[in-house]
């Protein structure tokens, strides 16, 4: 058995996604220097544009949420062994979802109840739209990358009729709905602070970012404390395996897409009914891709998730500070920055592997033996 199975967790899921960042930022360090700008400088810069100025950190955790579902709805089909890279359609259509609620019942019911099943609908449109690719993939063979990625464009084009000829507002140009009711929504949590008479900045962060931490620890129980959750790991372990071990494998297939697509869908209520309040294009603005960088990153775990969404939020927010304050530093520069922890967390995530089992095993696990 090769030695990386028994490197500890704080090393694996700690330790070597560190190393990945601060290499990422050692080259992003490095482009900025050659451009000529001072990179210790435009690194304090994002910090204080992400956590430091009223307000800034409400923008970095309402980011944060999108990318915790995102990177949840990824990591749980990873568990299987399937690489769902189509989380931005199924969290677009997820969004059709709480539009076609919101906007059938917002005017004749309750609008809390509204809210209620308009997130329900989020998660079952989201799921549906990843429950065909799971079918496919379990009983048709149709590769589950080549599918989803398909989905993805049939998804934007849906999208794109829908509110054009469908259900676009009468007489607005902008191919988006009408606002939802009054009171249909999630509460900001600045509005939420001042009922109780605390004073906040105002920003887009609302209650889907609660909704997240318990969805994450629904994520933790399914996989871990759950024998559908054991059917799943098995799976992602060896596919032959599961199937002498008597696990319906095309059956698991077929729900784990479904449950991850539902994940997906969940970015819709942090965009639609915590801060649009409508239906509008684009909304999911690259979530569903950055998804598949924050969960590896974070090891396909709810805690590591949790952390490199918080890193992707305070990216996003701090990234538009650095804009602002840095003529030289443009927005093709920011997102480069980006790219680079997306290269170093997701396609290269155990390029360290071997030298850090090295130093471990032969330093650290070493000394402890002598």
């Not at 105002?202 to 969805?215: E, G, H, Q």
Request: with cysteine; charged share 10%.
């Amino acid at each position: 058995m090769n030695e990386s199975n028994f490197l500890p967790r704080w090393v694996s899921i700690g330790l070597i996604p560190l190393i990945n960042l601060l290499l990422a930022f050692l080259v992003s360090g490095i482009v900025i220097f050659f451009i000529g700008e001072n990179p210790i400088q435009a690194i304090l810069v994002m910090i204080k544009g992400a956590f430091y100025y009223p307000g800034s950190i409400g923008y970095t955790l309402y980011y944060t949420t999108n990318f915790i579902f995102a990177g949840l709805a990824v990591a749980l089909a990873f568990h299987a062994k399937l690489f769902n890279i189509g989380g931005e359609g199924q969290a677009y259509v997820g969004g059709l979802g709480v539009g076609l609620v919101c906007l059938a019942l917002d005017q004749s019911i309750n609008s809390f109840l509204v809210t209620i099943l308009a997130v329900f609908g989020s998660v079952i449109f989201g799921a549906f739209w990843g429950v065909i690719p799971g079918y496919l993939q379990a009983k048709r063979g149709s590769h589950i990358v080549i599918t989803t990625i398909m989905f993805n464009f049939i998804a934007a084009s849906l999208m794109v009729y829908l509110l054009v000829n469908v259900i676009i507002e009468p007489g607005q140009m902008s191919p988006e709905t009408r606002d939802f009711s009054e009171g249909v929504g999630l509460v900001q949590v600045h509005k939420l602070a001042n009922y109780f008479g605390i004073s906040i900045a105002v920003s887009p962060f609302n209650i889907s970012f609660f909704i997240a931490l318990i969805v994450s620890f629904g994520f933790w129980i399914l996989v871990w404390r759950t024998k559908f959750g054991y059917e799943v790991r098995s799976l992602g372990h060896s596919e032959t395996a599961a199937k002498y071990a008597g696990i319906d494998v095309s059956r698991t297939i077929v729900l784990v897409m479904a449950i991850s697509g539902g994940l997906a869908g969940l970015v819709a209520i942090n965009e639609l009914l915590g801060v649009h309040n409508k239906l509008l294009l684009g909304f999911t603005a690259g979530y569903g891709f950055t998804g598949i960088a924050v969960a590896l990153m974070g090891r396909n775990h709810p805690v590591g998730i949790f952390l490199s969404s918080l890193l992707f939020g305070a990216l996003y927010q701090g990234g538009t500070e650095l804009d602002f304050e840095f003529s030289s530093i443009t927005r093709e520069m920011v997102l480069l920055i980006q790219g680079l922890i997306i290269l170093f967390s997701g396609a290269l995530a155990y390029m360290m592997n071997p030298i850090v089992e090295k130093i471990y095993f032969n330093y650290f696990k070493g000394s402890q033996n002598a």
